[in-house]
Nanobody, 128 residues
Framework: QEQLVESGGGSVAAGGSLRLSCVVSANIYNTYCLGWFRQAPGREREAIAAVESDGTTNYAYSVEGRFTISKDNAKNTLYLQMDNLEPEDTAMYYC??????????????????????WGQGTQVTVSS
């Protein structure tokens, strides 16, 4: 049974918005740090946003001010609201979870650490 299931990807013109969702299994939702990372062909994997169980958040500089991470505790769902999208945001977007602070999420995604839980991804394409 998959523990992280993403949805909400698609194609949008530059300047548009999308909201990604990630349904998280109950056994990790309340205790793990949850976040989003992305990877485009030929580019390094990039952690972009994370939120701890206490609400502490962190964003990559490349998306700060444009993307917002949030949680719906009633639905065990993680969201990523993406506004003012740019063609450079085109990538596969993944949901992830780690048992540690937001800083560890940003580290763990570099190697997709065996100590994390990773989703299957959803494609986002932004046209110019």
């Amino acid at each position: 049974q998959e523990q992280l299931v993403e949805s909400g990807g698609g194609s949008v013109a530059a300047g548009g918005s999308l909201r990604l969702s990630c349904v998280v299994s109950a056994n990790i939702y309340n205790t793990y740090c949850l976040g989003w990372f992305r990877q485009a062909p030929g580019r390094e994997r990039e952690a972009i946003a994370a939120v701890e169980s206490d609400g502490t958040t962190n964003y990559a500089y490349s998306v700060e001010g444009r993307f917002t991470i949030s949680k719906d505790n009633a639905k065990n769902t993680l969201y990523l609201q993406m506004d003012n999208l740019e063609p450079e945001d085109t990538a596969m977007y993944y949901c992830g979870a780690v048992n540690g602070p937001v800083a560890y999420f940003f580290i763990a995604t570099r190697t997709l650490s065996e100590y994390g839980v990773w989703g299957q991804g959803t494609q986002v394409t932004v046209s110019s």
